[in-house]
């Protein structure tokens, strides 16, 4: 195999096995100068330009096997890529409500801030009290709560991308995310206000209900093609 | 209790490179080279392999690395950092451990 089409191998393998694409590049790199390192040495003892370099592509290996290590220490080099189970299976299930719910009671938090004037409580409370205002303060709500969803599932994108993890794992993890933002509930009414987790799931759930499990599964697919088009265009970069 | 050895084990090629890398800096053809000869080519890496170790062991904070140019080549070098510097030492107790237990059974019962 010529040096290029190793690289290039090498390259798209390890992409192909969700690397970050930060240490892709850092990875063929290394090898890269590690071949020179091995043609340099076999021209030494006195090989030709092209003996050398056959001889350096024969001791490096086979870059899909070469691939597969790269990715697999990759992988144990975190604690979340070593214990994907944990992670991606069972973390969600405590994970989610709690996250959730801190995402949200954040947002209100700085909401209450913004429209009080510095949580100034005399202020908002009018504004409850005006079914106009209100209506708009219960859609600003709603929004609010899909982007706390929506946070979540990013989160644990974003660990599934630093961690390496097979595509399986991070469907899993999504999945236990819409899963339980269909339960998950929040509720605001003029001066009161309550969230948490009803196990009735049903068909004639409320059409909000709905949003917020699709959400979850939007994020993935967005993720999806935009790491596709990040691939895309780091493919098509000369690699060493 | 005392704990059992499949971990130390696995872990010949970190205290390897350790060893290595608390001599000097290299980069990692150059460790792939140094153990090579060193253990009269009894032990050897595979050539593109050491790099996941490397990259692990500076995951872990054990080394760390700086691309630099010498001779009109640029590459990574790698060099250990304090914690590399505990790591080895608790490795080379390890191997000490292992390695008088293996020869004591050996000459009992082998020699």
Redesign the interface.
């Known amino acids: 195999m010529p040096e290029a089409d190793f690289i290039e191998t090498l390259r798209c393998r390890l992409v192909e096995l969700g690397c970050p694409l930060a240490q892709v590049r850092r990875l063929v790199r290394e090898v890269a100068d590690h071949r020179d390192d091995l043609k340099q040495a076999a021209e030494a003892e006195g090989l030709s330009g092209a003996a050398a370099e056959i001889q350096a592509m024969a001791q490096l290996g086979d870059p899909l096997a070469l691939a597969e290590d790269l990715a697999a220490t990759l992988r144990r080099s975190s604690w979340w890529g070593r214990h994907y189970v944990i992670t991606f299976g069972l973390l969600p299930v405590l994970a989610v409500p709690v996250l959730w719910a801190l995402a949200l009671l954040l947002e209100l938090f700085l909401l209450v801030g913004v429209l009080g004037h510095g949580w100034n409580l005399t202020k908002i409370r009018p504004m409850a009290d005006d079914p106009v205002t209100f209506s708009y303060l219960l859609m600003i709500f709603h929004l609010m709560d899909y982007l706390a969803v929506a946070f979540v599932a990013l989160a644990f994108h974003r660990l599934a991308r630093r961690a390496a993890v097979n595509r399986k794992w991070m469907m899993i993890a999504f999945g236990l995310c819409s899963f339980y933002s269909l339960l998950s509930w929040a509720s605001v009414e003029p001066h009161t206000f309550s969230l948490g987790f009803s196990a009735n799931l049903h068909f004639h759930m409320h059409y909000e209900q709905w949003i917020k499990g699709m959400i979850p599964p939007a994020v993935a697919a967005a993720g999806y093609v935009l790491h596709r088009r990040k691939v895309q265009r780091f493919l098509e970069q000369v690699p060493v | 209790m005392k704990k059992t050895n499949p971990s130390f084990l696995n872990g010949i090629p970190e205290l390897l490179v350790l060893r290595l890398l608390a001599v000097r800096e290299m980069?990692?053809?150059q460790i792939?080279e140094e153990i090579r000869t060193k253990t009269g080519e009894s032990l050897s890496f595979?050539?593109?392999?050491?790099?996941?170790?490397l990259?692990?062991l500076e995951?872990?904070k054990q080394v760390s690395s700086q691309r630099r140019e010498v001779a009109g080549?640029?590459?990574?070098y790698y060099k250990l950092t304090a914690r590399g510097r505990k790591r080895l030492e608790a490795l080379s107790s390890e191997w000490r451990r292992v390695t008088s237990g293996v020869s004591r059974l050996m000459g009992e019962q082998y020699a």
Do not use: K, L, M, T
Not at chain 2, 73 to 76: E, L, M, Q, T
């Open positions: 980069y990692g053809y792939v595979g050539e593109g392999c050491i790099y996941p170790y990259h692990y995951a872990e080549r640029s590459r990574n």
